[in-house]
């Protein structure tokens, strides 16, 4: 049996910091209303334009596997990208949650999905489990970044357990942000992980190593 076949646990996780915690609450109220203010007309614009620049990047041409997800709500509309990776002969993997445990799936077909209990499209359970050294570039979702790498995200950890079971860096970690969510400096709590790249409409971080 290799790795990909093996259902490894959800990593243990640092005891949350209790004001840092609050702070990160407070944050994603504050954007998400920004966020869903914003005219649909000018969000699609800007994910355009952040999809045009990250398919422009050596890290992405370079990759044969691509990791992503299946934006709703507030986060950007990742269909339209979704549908490039595959267009462009990558392999896509797509997250599905078991628990509290996520790992990542080939999909070939964006109509074989299925809502999760949470409204969001996954793999069905026939698709093909990945290896986390299969993939290339990993692109995380997030409400929000800071210019040390880090990311806010949702707040139900999968993605931060998921790195912590990873002897990282095993891919490119790039994480996709509109300017308005761009900030000075998060909240920081034990468990963070800093993404590599951080792309928005205008610009391109490169984080050294942490």
């Not at 800007?46 to 990250?54: A, D, G, K, T, V």
């Not at 896509?92 to 070939?108: I, N, Q, S, W």
Request: net charge neutral.
């Amino acid at each position: 049996m290799d790795r990909s076949d093996q259902p490894g646990p959800a990593a243990e996780l640092p005891v949350p910091d209790k004001q840092s915690a609050s702070q990160k609450r407070e944050l994603r109220t504050a954007l998400r209303a920004k966020l869903s203010g914003l005219p649909p007309d000018l969000r699609a614009r800007q994910e355009s334009s952040i999809y045009h620049r990250l398919t422009s990047l050596p890290e992405y041409q370079q990759a044969q596997t691509v990791a992503a997800y299946y934006g709703i709500n507030w986060e950007l509309d990742t269909r339209p990208l979704l549908q490039q990776i595959l267009k462009d002969g990558k392999a896509l993997a797509l997250p599905r949650c078991e628990g509290k445990t996520m790992d990542f799936y080939l999909v070939t077909d964006l109509n074989h999905l299925k809502p999760d209990h949470r409204g969001i499209p996954e793999p069905l359970e026939t698709a093909r489990k990945l290896a986390p050294e299969l993939l290339d570039l990993l692109i995380l979702p997030g409400v929000a970044a800071d210019l040390q790498g880090r990311r806010l995200g949702q707040g139900g950890g999968y993605y931060d357990r998921y790195l912590a079971r990873q002897p990282l860096p095993l891919c490119v970690t790039l994480l996709l942000c509109r300017d308005i969510c761009l900030l000075p400096q998060l909240p920081q709590e034990p468990f963070d992980c800093p993404v590599q790249l951080i792309l928005t409409e205008t610009r391109l971080l490169r984080l050294p190593p942490q």
